[in-house]
């Protein structure tokens, strides 16, 4: 996380991504995001959903897909 306050949470995916990594910031509008993950990243988009974490409310990230880094 980037030290910013989190507004957004990552569902599906890799097992091998932990709570911490779901949780995130990110500017407004952005229509896809990517995490590191092995050796590949999982990409997720924005969905319609919130849930609420902690009092505060995450826009839902979903799983969309993986790619493999390029050795």
């Known amino acids: ?8 949470i990552l569902v599906g995916g ?11 910031h990110v500017k407004s509008g952005l229509k896809k ?4 993950c ?3 990243y999982e990409h997720f ?3 319609d ?4 974490v902690d009092g505060r409310s995450l826009t ?3 799983w969309s897909g993986r790619t493999r880094i390029a050795e």
């Open 1 to 8: 996380m980037t030290g910013e306050v989190p507004n957004v």
């Open 14 to 24: 890799s097992a091998r991504l932990s709570d911490d990594q779901r949780v995130h």
């Open 33 to 36: 995001i990517k995490i590191l």
């Open 38 to 40: 092995g050796n590949g």
């Open 45 to 47: 988009v924005p969905t």
């Open 49 to 52: 959903r919130t849930v609420n």
């Open 60 to 62: 839902v990230y979903e």
